[in-house]
């Protein structure tokens, strides 16, 4: 307040015909020639009980109080980690009202508005944000928002708000800088180990083919170089044991060609033959059969022996498992015996035992006739189940991939969440702050116009016109001082004091700052207080904020023409007063009961809730030594009850 004024009819004054008409009248910044400063008049509307117009109250605020509350402001943002964040506050005009750092007041920076405001007049645009280079050249990026001022015909600022783009978002980069890198180590670790094992294997198989080559065109002398401990190690193995024999067969050929040539062969060199073919085909570790064109086996050796006993003289139809077993079987030895090589993997139970072979069946060819069939069953069963293995495993990793992609997106989407509760918690305490410093400022001018008030009523004569427009000025603005002076008490920091407190007279100071919101939304308040409710010791200012969560609360889960039922009681110990909210709004679903406490946690819309009202609340009752419990059903309302410590000793009361 300047204190000043230039006289005392004004109304002809822009001021007092705008607040007339309106009810409210806030000036742009002007100088003040009669207190010598620049300043913004505060103007309201006073009409009486009947609604008829009586007058207009003025206050006048000097600018420099307000920026100096702005500077409070940003000094309290600095410190709790907006170190790159800057205001500026300009006028209808384009001139300078505020600026963070050194600013000259009321220099035109019109070029600082953007297109959505052009001109000298501000357009109804609330809020607008977009990301632009930094000024300094050094190829860093701001987010600026820009937000216009509503309500209070007359004022039409723009506040700018600027913050370094690498300060505000360097949570979510450094996150993204982790889930990039372990992607690209689980991906790279994924094709090494493929490529490896891939590689091992091919490269045997392809060294044991080129040497199956050499030895098919006859060069039994061919080295298989396959040292390994699985089935491509046996067959290796199988390969070189039958090169040897091969060679043998080869060499005793080769004599018994010559003994013949030459007549000298004896009997007893041919039986020495056979039996070295015998010991060849005894010495293979996996099925050798021979089946003649009648279908019966004529030899075998001791592994297919183990397998299925003495098989020699029967047919496939005595040894086959099964119908689809012996067809198959019987097809191979068909084109085995039209001269043609038949091979191919085939499964079949073995003593209770699935197993698996790899089957080659070839024609014996005499001549030009084929008297039989020769075959061998190689077993890859251990192939197979490591393929098997392989299978699962590489479905298990898959599965585990889709599973980790689909939790880092929803940590991801609680990050975000996370972090724009928190944007909105700080955006609250700073409202905070702004409210009690208003709150202030208001409270000044006030306490200097009601002695004026109380000064001209005493000088009306009782009964008359002036007297009641008077009385009813004074009135309207001892109401005013008692909601400022309860809103800055509200909004101010509690003292850590505790009273003896009436939760009556409590109840009721809370209930001011929300019961016309419940009128206009047609909800009724029913209150049932409880005579003679013992005191009970607290901070006043904490439990308001307790009653006014909860009731808020209940607000936003009631619709039109709800009831909301205002309840005190004491326990049948006396040792506790309750207080009860009962609501018959949505209620709260079963499975969010145990967490409505939780900070942070809300079903309300993104901006209509960070979801701390109810933790904060259950923090300060739990402070006051008392507890907060909660009953709900989906669709059946939501009931509310506080308990505290009911005094037993007399102390402080905050009547004293």
């Given amino acids: 307040m300047t204190g000043k004024t230039t006289d005392y009819r004004q109304n002809d004054e822009e001021w007092w015909q705008i607040a007339k008409e309106k009810g409210l009248f806030i000036s742009d910044v002007n100088f003040d020639e009669s207190a010598g400063i620049y300043s913004i008049d505060l103007a309201i509307r006073v009409d009486d009980r009947k609604g008829n117009f009586i007058g207009v109250v003025k206050a006048v605020l000097n600018i420099e109080d307000i920026i100096s509350f702005i500077q409070e402001v940003e000094t309290s943002l600095t410190r709790k980690g907006h170190g790159t964040m800057a205001f500026k506050i300009i006028d209808r005009y384009g001139r300078m009202i505020y600026s963070t750092g050194d600013f000259k007041f009321l220099e035109d920076v019109s070029y600082l508005v953007p297109t959505a405001h052009p001109g000298s007049g501000l357009s109804d645009t609330e809020v607008f944000s977009e990301k632009m280079q930094k000024s300094d050249g050094s190829g860093g990026e701001i987010f600026v928002s820009y937000v216009h001022s509503k309500?209070?015909?007359?004022?039409?600022?723009?506040?700018?708000?600027?913050?370094?783009?690498?300060?505000?978002?360097?949570?979510?980069?450094?996150?993204?800088?982790?889930?990039?890198?372990?992607?690209?180590?689980?991906?790279?670790?994924?094709?090494?180990?493929?490529?490896?094992?891939?590689?091992?294997?091919?490269?045997?198989?392809?060294?044991?083919?080129?040497?199956?080559?050499?030895?098919?065109?006859?060069?039994?002398?061919?080295?298989?170089?396959?040292?390994?401990?699985?089935?491509?190690?046996?067959?290796?193995?199988?390969?070189?044991?039958?090169?040897?024999?091969?060679?043998?067969?080869?060499?005793?050929?080769?004599?018994?060609?010559?003994?013949?040539?030459?007549?000298?062969?004896?009997e007893g060199q041919l039986v020495k033959s056979r039996a070295q073919l015998n010991a060849v085909i005894e010495s293979i570790p996996f099925d050798v059969f021979g089946i003649d064109k009648d279908g019966r086996y004529f030899f075998q050796n001791s592994s297919i022996k183990e397998h299925y006993g003495d098989i020699i003289g029967q047919r496939p139809e005595n040894l086959a498992p099964d119908k689809d077993t012996l067809n198959r079987w019987l097809d191979n030895n068909a084109r085995a015996f039209n001269g043609e090589v038949v091979t191919g993997e085939i499964s079949f139970e073995i003593q209770g035992q699935q197993r698996h072979f790899y089957n080659i069946i070839a024609p014996i060819v005499t001549d030009d006739s084929i008297p039989g069939i020769v075959g061998m069953n190689i077993d890859i069963t251990g192939r197979k189940e490591?393929?098997?293995?392989?299978?699962?495993?590489?479905?298990?990793?898959?599965?585990?991939?889709?599973?980790?992609?689909?939790?880092?997106?929803?940590?991801?989407?609680?990050?975000?969440?996370?972090?724009?509760?928190?944007?909105?918690?700080?955006?609250?305490?700073?409202?905070?702050?702004?409210?009690?410093?208003?709150?202030?400022?208001?409270?000044?001018?006030?306490?200097?116009?009601?002695?004026?008030?109380?000064?001209?009523?005493?000088?009306?004569?009782?009964?008359?016109?002036?007297?009641?427009?008077?009385?009813?000025?004074?009135?309207?603005?001892?109401?005013?001082?008692?909601?400022?002076?309860?809103?800055?008490?509200?909004?101010?920091?509690?003292?850590?004091?505790?009273?003896?407190?009436?939760?009556?007279?409590?109840?009721?100071?809370?209930?001011?700052?929300?019961?016309?919101?419940?009128?206009?939304?047609?909800?009724?308040?029913?209150?049932?207080?409880?005579?003679?409710?013992?005191?009970?010791?607290?901070?006043?200012?904490?439990?308001?904020?307790?009653?006014?969560?909860?009731?808020?609360?209940?607000?936003?889960?009631?619709?039109?023409?709800?009831?909301?039922?205002?309840?005190?009681?004491?326990?049948?110990?006396?040792?506790?007063?309750?207080?009860?909210?009962?609501?018959?709004?949505?209620?709260?679903?079963?499975?969010?009961?145990?967490?409505?406490?939780?900070?942070?946690?809300?079903?309300?819309?993104?901006?209509?809730?960070?979801?701390?009202?109810?933790?904060?609340?259950?923090?300060?009752?739990?402070?006051?030594?008392?507890?907060?419990?909660?009953?709900?059903?989906?669709?059946?309302?939501?009931?509310?009850?506080?308990?505290?410590?009911?005094?037993?000793?007399?102390?402080?009361?905050?009547?004293?």
Avoid: C
Wanted: overall charge neutral; charged content about 30%.
């Fill in 151 to 266: 309500g209070g015909t007359g004022l039409n600022w723009l506040l700018i708000v600027e913050q370094d783009a690498q300060e505000l978002f360097a949570p979510v980069s450094r996150l993204k800088k982790r889930i990039l890198t372990i992607s690209m180590l689980v991906t790279v670790l994924g094709v090494l180990l493929g490529f490896i094992i891939s590689r091992s294997i091919a490269k045997n198989i392809e060294n044991l083919r080129g040497a199956a080559i050499k030895i098919g065109r006859g060069d039994l002398d061919t080295k298989i170089e396959v040292r390994t401990n699985d089935e491509i190690g046996q067959l290796a193995d199988s390969f070189r044991q039958m090169a040897d024999d091969l060679r043998s067969t080869t060499v005793a050929r080769d004599e018994l060609v010559r003994e013949i040539k030459e007549r000298i062969k004896t």
């Fill in 386 to 656: 490591a393929e098997e293995e392989l299978r699962k495993a590489k479905e298990e990793i898959e599965a585990w991939n889709r599973e980790l992609e689909k939790r880092v997106k929803e940590k991801t989407r609680e990050l975000k969440e996370f972090q724009a509760r928190l944007i909105q918690a700080e955006k609250l305490s700073a409202m905070g702050q702004v409210a009690a410093g208003l709150a202030h400022e208001f409270n000044s001018p006030i306490a200097g116009l009601l002695p004026l008030l109380q000064k001209y009523k005493k000088t009306a004569k009782p009964g008359s016109d002036s007297f009641r427009d008077m009385t009813l000025m004074l009135d309207a603005t001892e109401h005013m001082a008692r909601i400022v002076r309860d809103f800055g008490s509200f909004a101010g920091k509690p003292s850590e004091r505790r009273f003896e407190l009436d939760l009556e007279n409590v109840f009721e100071s809370t209930l001011s700052f929300i019961s016309s919101r419940l009128e206009q939304k047609g909800i009724q308040l029913v209150r049932e207080y409880k005579d003679g409710l013992p005191r009970v010791m607290g901070n006043k200012t904490e439990l308001q904020q307790v009653i006014l969560n909860i009731l808020m609360n209940a607000y936003d889960a009631m619709s039109d023409d709800g009831r909301l039922v205002v309840r005190t009681g004491v326990s049948r110990d006396k040792k506790e007063v309750i207080m009860e909210f009962i609501d018959n709004g949505v209620g709260i679903p079963g499975e969010n009961l145990k967490r409505v406490f939780d900070p942070f946690f809300t079903t309300k819309e993104p901006g209509k809730g960070v979801g701390l009202g109810l933790s904060i609340s259950y923090g300060i009752i739990k402070n006051h030594g008392g507890n907060i419990v909660v009953e709900s059903g989906n669709r059946k309302g939501a009931t509310f009850r506080v308990f505290l410590p009911a005094v037993t000793v007399k102390g402080v009361s905050d009547d004293d």
